[in-house]
């Protein structure tokens, strides 16, 4: 179940909030979220993915 919640939030995200997004916001302040995003991953642990894989195989071992 965990995966699919997973799977349901990114798809929503990709389909809804995103496109969403880039009606409202103004091409102006584009550049400066993009800036912020890659300054908040330059921020990232060095185990973080592994962190969040092991969370998504917990949530996938669930399901089976």
Do not use: W
């Not at 102006?28 to 894989?53: C, D, M, S």
């Amino acid at each position: 179940m965990g995966i699919c919640l997973l799977k349901d939030h990114v798809a929503k995200e990709d389909t809804v909030l995103y496109p969403l997004a880039e009606r409202v916001l103004p091409e102006k302040v584009r550049p400066e979220i993009v800036t912020g995003y890659t300054q908040a991953e330059l921020q990232v642990p060095e185990n973080f993915g592994r962190h969040y894989q092991s969370v998504v195989e917990l949530y996938e071992n669930e399901t089976h």
